[in-house]
């Protein structure tokens, strides 16, 4: 490392991932030797990273005697450890809240004044980190650190608790080579060694074993740095003992799964996987995960019910981590050729909100990884949750591939994004001539047409006089025009489209526990489910349609109706094409019903309208 105001660094030559190591990548693997070269390259880009900021940073607030934080005064502590040992700049280089702080502050250093950049969280969080690294290398140094709401926090080691009324911005750390003392107005704090000692007024950074009692790794169990969250900057929370512990109960079993039904993609997480910060508990089958480019190897996830659920959601996050990082190295899309007009936007199986192509290609990535997982567990004899994995790897797997023939061909992949394409194409044309029971691929499918239907009734919008042409055909007994069902609608975001998974969620409950209280919509075991939701799950489609209908004739046009009745009458031998368009076209039919209601006090039967925008004869028209 050297001082910010030093003659640059000669250039390092570009990173590149070796043929082997891209060809598992590809895909949707990449074992530890892919993880070990994704992490050199990740390494070097934080490095660059860190010294546009010091550049940047250090040339707008050079001479300035305001604040006792020493930007320099930091980098020249990293460059003491790293002569002695580098190991320990490397660990806090390559944190993963490092990743999202050094990107996330030269951003700000790009939109915001000179008088904004100079707070602790922007320029501070460095000296957090050079007297977390020097603490821990035994080196000798004093240096003012920024204070988060009481909270002193040394990435890796801990946190300290001020015993103060009121916290100071910052408070001057010292170190003997021993231990550290921080010098707080209401009482200092004396800490180490050993970090891992829990006082009342220091908190050591918690690990968790992988493989208790060998050699087997370990993951941080982040409470406490401030850019934990990839986004705004939190104070740490810190873990009851009680919760700490189910993390690591949970997490031994959850490796132990992936250990036995998937030893390669265990083995690279092992290398790349370095911290899970816990975030509140979310519903049952609907976790909350996420993770971050710029973090790799951090995962936010909310206490999982299972060792199963939280298996599946450390493949998914990990496969974001290595596309991720892949990206850095080579890309998979070029830039849009202009940035007049809007974003194209997509349908992703698996979000409410309509997507773009980047986001898209890191769901099919993720979500490939999710069904190779589902694949392997579905095989094993005697599996508790057989039902579950078998419906869970059908509905992703259809997801995936029309996601896939969606994008496959689109003009903004690089030639490693047809590779990568390509490569997920074939392993899901295997995958997709698989047999799964009769009862789970049901579901699965009836899944994915909700959640397909749903969203097109949320975000797209047919063209205003097209409806109105429709309208005068319906109310003059002629025929359907044909258009409605080639003429392309405008994608319109809606920003209340929420639960689209709701079909996907009620299935399972319905695989793991038939009984359950998700049968009643009172009882609000799963958000954003209504009666029809609880009786289609159920099977009792007759009086889903007929409380659907009574519904919409009496006025309650919540969105998703059509799409929901579309299902309703899906079995209905006299309906299939009334049930084809709704599950297709959904915004059409609304759209159209809206108009009849607001224009001319018209409420015709649901399905009939249905079924003539579907292009059957007005003289075969199906009744309630």
């Known amino acids: 490392m050297r001082p910010a105001d030093s003659t640059p660094v000669e250039r390092s030559a570009f990173h590149s991932i070796s043929e082997h190591a891209l060809h598992g990548l590809l895909r949707g693997g990449g074992g530890g030797d892919a993880i070990d070269q994704l992490l050199k390259a990740e390494h070097s880009r934080r490095l660059l990273l860190l010294r546009a900021l010091l550049d940047r940073c250090g ?18 502590l990293l460059e003491r450890v790293q002569a002695v040992a580098p190991e320990e700049v490397d660990r806090v280089l390559m944190s993963p809240g490092t990743g999202t702080w050094v990107s996330s502050s030269l951003r700000r250093l790009k939109r915001e004044s000179d008088d904004e950049v100079r707070d602790g ?21 004093t240096l003012w650190v920024p204070v988060l709401e009481r909270f002193v926090v040394l990435p890796g080691l801990g946190c300290a608790i001020l015993p103060a009324r009121q916290a100071p911005a910052v408070v001057r750390v010292t170190g003997d080579g021993v231990r550290l003392r921080i010098a707080g107005p209401d009482g200092d704090v004396v800490v180490g060694p050993p970090w891992e000692n829990r006082t009342p007024d220091w908190l050591p950074t918690r690990t968790m074993a992988l493989d208790p009692g060998s050699e087997g790794g370990s993951l941080t169990l982040e409470e406490h740095d401030p850019f934990r969250s990839f986004a705004a900057v939190v104070a740490p929370r810190p873990l009851s003992q009680q919760e700490a512990e189910a993390w690591q109960r949970v997490l031994r079993e959850a490796w132990d799964v992936l250990v036995r039904d998937e030893p390669a993609e265990a083995e690279a997480m092992r290398r790349g996987l370095l911290s899970i910060t816990p975030v509140p508990r979310g519903e049952r089958f609907r976790p909350y995960s996420s993770s971050s480019a710029e973090a790799f190897g951090g995962i936010n996830a909310s206490l999982p019910d299972d060792a199963l659920e939280l298996a599946a959601t450390l493949v998914h996050e990990f496969q974001h981590i290595k596309l991720g990082a892949l990206m850095h190295v080579q890309p998979v899309l070029r830039r849009p050729e202009t940035s007049v007009g809007r974003t194209e936007l997509f349908h992703a199986p698996w979000r409410d909100d309509p997507r773009p192509l980047e986001g898209l290609i890191q769901g099919v990535y993720a979500f490939f990884g999710v069904t190779r997982f589902w694949h392997a567990y579905r095989r094993i004899p005697d599996a508790a949750q057989a039902s579950l994995a078998h419906f869970e790897f059908a509905l992703w797997r259809d997801a995936v591939s029309s996601t896939l023939d969606t994008v496959r061909g689109h003009d903004r992949l690089t030639s490693l994004g047809h590779r990568l394409l390509g490569s997920l194409t074939r392993v899901c044309t295997e995958w997709l001539a698989e047999a799964v029971p009769r009862e789970e691929l049901r579901l699965a499918r009836e899944a994915a047409d909700s959640h397909r239907a749903r969203w097109r009734e949320h975000h797209l919008r047919p063209a205003p006089d097209m409806v109105d042409r429709t309208v005068r055909a319906w109310r003059r007994g002629e025929a ?7 003429t392309p609608s405008s994608l319109q975001p809606d920003a209340q489209a929420c639960y689209l998974d709701t079909a996907a969620v009620l299935a ?5 526990d038939p009984d359950g209280s998700w049968r009643d919509p009172e009882a609000g075991a799963v958000r954003g489910a209504s009666t029809v939701d609880v009786l289609l799950t159920a099977g009792d489609r007759s009086a889903a349609r007929r409380l659907l209908t009574d519904r919409l004739v009496t006025g309650d046009l919540r969105i998703g109706s059509w799409a929901l009745l579309g299902r309703a009458v899906a079995l209905d031998p006299g309906c299939q094409a009334a049930s084809r368009f709704l599950l297709h076209s959904p915004h059409w039919a609304r759209a159209v019903w809206n108009t009849l209601v607001a224009q001319h006090e018209e409420r ?5 309208l249905a079924a003539w925008l579907g292009g059957a004869p007005a003289g075969r028209l199906p009744t309630g």
Do not use: Q, Y
Request: proline fraction near 9%.
């Open 121 to 141: 969280t922007t320029l501070g969080h460095l000296s957090s980190l050079a007297a977390a690294a020097a603490a821990a290398a035994g080196i000798a140094f």
């Open 604 to 608: 015709p039967d649901p399905v009939a």
């Open 508 to 512: 399972r409950h319905r695989l793991t």
């Open 59 to 76: 040339a707008r607030t050079r001479g300035r005697e305001d604040t006792p934080l020493s930007l320099h005064g930091a980098w020249e």
């Open 480 to 486: 359907c025009p044909p258009s409605v069902r080639v």
